[in-house]
Every structure is written in C-alpha cells, then in structure tokens.
C-alpha cells in the first residue's frame, strides 16, 4: 500500500498540474485548505518534492508552489519512488521481509510467484501514467472526483 504521505504527494500534484502555471504558483495555504491536509504536514511532504526537482517552489508574497516539469513528463511512478521508494513495487505482500524468491536455498513467499504479474502490471501503470493523464480524466469527472 501507498503511505499516506504519498498519497497526499499525488493529490497535490494533481490539483498542482490541473491549477497551477509556470506564472502562477498557488500558495501552502490555499493547497491544504482545497485539499483538507494539514499544512505543516503538506509543507515537509512539497519541500521533499521541489528537493526531487518535480515541484519548484518560489517565497514571498506572490510565491508558492508550481510544477517542476510538465505534467506529461512527471509519471505517477516519479511521485511514488521519490516518496514512498520502491517498497510498495518490491515487498513482499504478505509482509514476509526479506524477499528471498529469488534465491533458491532460502523459502520464499508463497503467493509471490502468482502475485509477479500483477507486481509488473501495476509498476506498468504507474510508469506509464502522467499527471496530465490523470488531470485529463479528473476533469471528465470533476462532480465525482473530489482530491
């Protein structure tokens, strides 16, 4: 599963990508209070992203956050891997650490072998999956969706 944090890191994005412009930067502020995120928490979690170079941050009064890249570059893989790492891609998904499948003297997991095409179909989607795709659909159903 996703951390919280990245999930907050992939709503923020989202609505960055779909309200934000290289000349226009929304503020902390104005982001936590749309998205319902504390602001010091979603503070620490965009810092780590402009760190990541996915988000560019500028201070002062017209200052704010704006994306790093456009948002056909910037895959929902970039934003998972910056936050969370690769663990939700490689982990075992019964929680059994370390995975040894792929070492024949040790036991390994008993579903990893059925679980290995799902693992390489959803790392896939998120490699293959770009902010703009997401604000796209977002968009279609913008009564439904709510980030």
Not at 55 to 74: A, M, Q, R, W, Y
Not at 88 to 106: E, R, V
Request: with cysteine; charged share 25%; aromatic share 10%.
């Amino acid at each position: 599963m996703l951390s919280n944090t990245c999930k907050y890191a992939l709503r923020a994005l989202i609505y960055l990508s779909k309200y934000s412009e290289e000349d226009h930067r929304i503020g902390i502020k104005k982001i936590s209070e749309d998205l319902k995120i504390s602001s010091p928490f979603l503070g620490k979690i965009l810092q780590n992203l402009v760190k990541q170079k996915l988000l560019v941050s500028t201070k002062g009064p017209n200052g704010g956050f704006s994306l790093g890249k456009k948002p056909e570059d910037i895959s929902l893989w970039d934003i998972v891997v910056n936050v969370d790492g690769l663990d939700y891609f490689t982990n075992c998904l019964i929680g059994l650490h370390p995975c040894n499948a792929h070492d024949p003297s040790k036991p390994y997991c008993p579903v990893h072998f059925k679980y290995e095409e799902l693992r390489q179909q959803t790392a896939a989607f998120y490699k293959n999956t770009s902010l703009h795709d997401v604000s796209e659909d977002i968009e279609k159903f913008e009564d439904l969706v709510r980030l």
